[in-house]
């Protein structure tokens, strides 16, 4: 490496960066690696577990401990059942439930070590799609085919079925607020109170929703289409509040952060991207090269990670603290992580020349760096807490990258 710093910044001829996340850990849906596509995954209420649905034949549900990965519970499904569509965890602990797509709902207990079967309710509609626990845990709402949204006590007794859409009922959300969201291939967004009367129907996509969910203050909708956009919606009036565009596919899922800053939007793309809830401004963008379509995404309860489900049968947890800058020059990829940075910075790439730290005014951070093979360590112990930027030449090619010394 050669030991040479450049002392001046010219600030508008930075170049732009892409940014990567970091995945935590990713694992498989089922026993048969990267051939059942997982369209269902869910975080425990406190945020320690992951659950997921695997396609079929058969199908299998799993759940993960959040920290290492490790799989915790493993359950062929019937094989008289196809392919597990939803899958979520009570609030309160207690239950589990899965969606199967001939209509048929799972219900497990959870409070021994490892959830138990307690049944299978065939619910007459041909196909559901989504499986939501009321706030309390005692009831659940499903998304059907025949047009059905279902409400169910926890026992498996039905306590109402209605016509919610034109044909098949794609999505649902049980808000804390007491409000249920339905999204169907009608491609309406519709809202109801728990009664099962219609409080809005919201037009405006023009493919079948995927995804709906309600904001945590109860005021807005979100929604996910197959018309490649996601749309906020005013809960009170059913007004148009901002469309999402970026994917270059269908949109097949949707979270908002439990805090309600964030949105989380998984696609046809291969894409997760995050956006910010109030300007709608598109914050990161990211996959994992080879995973195929996203078909679920899921917020844990401190929405600092996003758990996902993949074509290829993956079950992904991405850390959002944990950003990576990546930059190719020639025949170079080039990455710096992690960012924000807090004792280390690393940068990984062949044929690395020359690094300078500096900040937003041009001034020139000396620090301690060491190299191993492709790998070089800046120690930022001694750097301020602030902005800087990272200037990498490789191959007498420069680039520029923001990061931050937390």
């Not at 025949?146 to 109402?160: A, E, F, H, S, V």
């Not at 904001?215 to 009170?236: E, F, H, L, Q, R």
């Amino acid at each position: 490496m050669k030991n040479r710093y450049i002392a001046t910044l010219a600030v508008a001829a930075l170049s732009l960066q892409s940014y990567a996340q970091n995945i935590k850990w990713n694992n498989q849906n089922s026993p048969f690696a990267g051939t059942k596509e997982t369209y269902a995954v869910a975080f425990s209420a406190d945020g320690s577990k992951i659950f997921s649905g695997s396609e079929c034949s058969p199908s299998y549900l799993r759940i993960f401990d959040f920290n290492s990965g490790n799989l915790l519970w493993d359950y062929k499904v019937n094989d008289t059942l196809m392919c597990i569509q939803g899958v979520r965890f009570s609030s309160n602990g207690q239950k589990a439930a899965a969606i199967e797509e001939l209509g048929n709902l799972l219900i497990f207990d959870y409070t021994t070590a490892t959830p138990t079967w307690v049944s299978t309710i065939p619910l007459g509609t041909g196909a559901a799609f989504s499986v939501n626990f009321s706030p309390d845990g005692n009831k659940i709402v499903i998304g059907n085919g025949n047009k059905k949204l279902m409400w169910y006590n926890i026992n498996g007794t039905q306590i109402r079925s209605i016509d919610a859409h034109v044909n098949y009922v794609m999505c649902t959300d049980w808000s804390k607020t007491e409000k249920i969201a339905s999204g169907g291939d009608d491609a309406k967004v519709k809202l109801w109170d728990t009664a099962g009367n219609l409080l809005q129907t919201m037009s405006g996509h023009t493919g079948s929703v995927y995804g709906v969910k309600i904001s945590p203050n109860g005021s807005y909708v979100v929604s996910a289409s197959k018309d490649k956009t996601i749309k906020i919606w005013d809960a009170s009036n059913g007004s148009l509040v901002r469309t999402l565009t970026g994917h270059t596919d269908d949109v097949k899922f949707v979270d908002i952060s439990d805090d309600g800053t964030k949105i989380v939007s998984g696609g046809a793309d291969s894409l997760i991207k995050i956006w910010d809830f109030n300007s709608g401004a598109q914050l990161k963008s990211f996959k994992n090269t080879g995973s195929g379509i996203v078909y679920a995404v899921d917020f844990s309860p401190n929405g600092k990670y996003v758990a996902a489900g993949t074509d290829k049968g993956e079950v992904q947890v991405w850390d959002l603290t944990f950003n990576t800058s990546v930059k190719t020059m020639g025949n170079t990829t080039t990455r710096i992580y992690p960012n924000p940075c807090a004792d280390v910075l690393q940068v990984a790439g062949n044929n690395v020349e020359n690094i300078t730290v500096l900040d937003a005014t041009g001034k020139i951070y000396f620090l301690p760096i060491s190299k191993s093979g492709d790998n070089i360590r800046i120690n930022t112990t001694a750097l301020p807490t602030g902005n800087y930027w990272l200037k990498v030449i490789v191959d007498e090619q420069t680039s520029t990258t923001p990061f931050i010394k937390k």
